[in-house]
């Protein structure tokens, strides 16, 4: 049976989790990173910083498709066309292409105008296009960061599309990832929505019985075993990032996930506020963007000016503590942006106006 609307604990809890290792990400990517060439001795916690953001990458966006394939099975395969086309399609590729340009503006201003000396940042994104023409490529290759919301839509109408023949769809999705992890699928953009729709497709239509096998002992520990089998093998192979590999931090994660919710108390305030931003996570994706480039661009360009990283103290703690305090700075400030603009016609920027309409008329 689908999940359907009504939210289980642990989902928001892995969504929350997921969402903040995206956050994560972008910190250790835009800013920490580029910061370690301005200090000298680094310290074991800066190494451990890069580390474990790269051995999560297994885990963040497979885990993010694979419980959104989950909470869309119910739209798949119970609703009709008329019934999902609008909240489940339209809007994300609505809200896709509007934070692409309201991320391309932000950004082209910060690097522009706020940027100390040339201390900028420049990659192949949407949100860095040089030109209108560069910009609407970027776009429609999903090379941008609101990616994501570009893939859901796409996966969800091609699971809707090919119901009847979902086997296939695993097939196919299968063998798209391991294009992917072999790098026959250029650019960055084609490539993530290439190699993550097999964990929205497992989800849609595998994510019930998953979750059901990981409830039972005995059918637990057999998963587990040959998920952690397959991953090893492919390990071996130099496959590090296989979709086995993937399949096994879900898992887990899942597992983890359930535990705490089970054993904490659901007032218990962190846990509370980490399920809270899991059923939030919109605001936070779209927003957090324009927060990691004002950290990346004009306040790292003034720390590098104004020689800040030569005082030991400040360069101990930035190495220790930047990337928690930042992605907990912007995460908050996203959630904090989103309160004050989603009211009156601000709503429009997190959904897509008809159903707006449709909202106010069933109030």
Known sequence: MPVTAKKIQWINSLKGICILLVVLNHVITTSYIPSLALIDGHLFITRAWVAINHYLVPLRMPAFFFISGLLAADGVINRTWHEVMTKKAVNLFYLYLLWCAVQWLCVTFINRELAFDDWRLMAHNAAYAVSTGQFLLYVAAAMSSPWYLYALALYFLVCKLGLRHWRVLLILGALLNYACVL????????????????????????????????????????????????????????????????????????????????????????????????????????????????????MLGALARFHAFDHRLFSLFWQAAYPLAATSLCTAGAIGIWWTLNRGVGRVLFQYPSLMRAERALG
């Open 183 to 298: 790098g026959l699928v250029p650019w960055w953009g084609p490539a993530s929505v290439a190699q993550n729709g097999i964990f929205f497709i497992g989800g849609c239509f595998l994510g019930a019985r998953i979750v059901a096998l990981l409830a039972d002992k005995r059918s637990r520990l057999l998963l587990l075993a040959s998920l952690a089998a397959a991953a090893l093998a492919h390990w071996v192979f130099a496959m590090d990032k296989s979709l086995f590999t993937s399949a096994l931090a879900v898992c887990i994660a899942i597992l983890l996930c359930q535990w705490v919710n089970r054993y904490w108390r659901w007032h218990n305030g962190l846990l509370a506020v980490l399920n809270w931003i899991g059923k939030n996570t919109l605001q936070i994706y779209v927003l957090h963007k324009l927060l990691t480039e004002l950290l990346a661009v004009p």
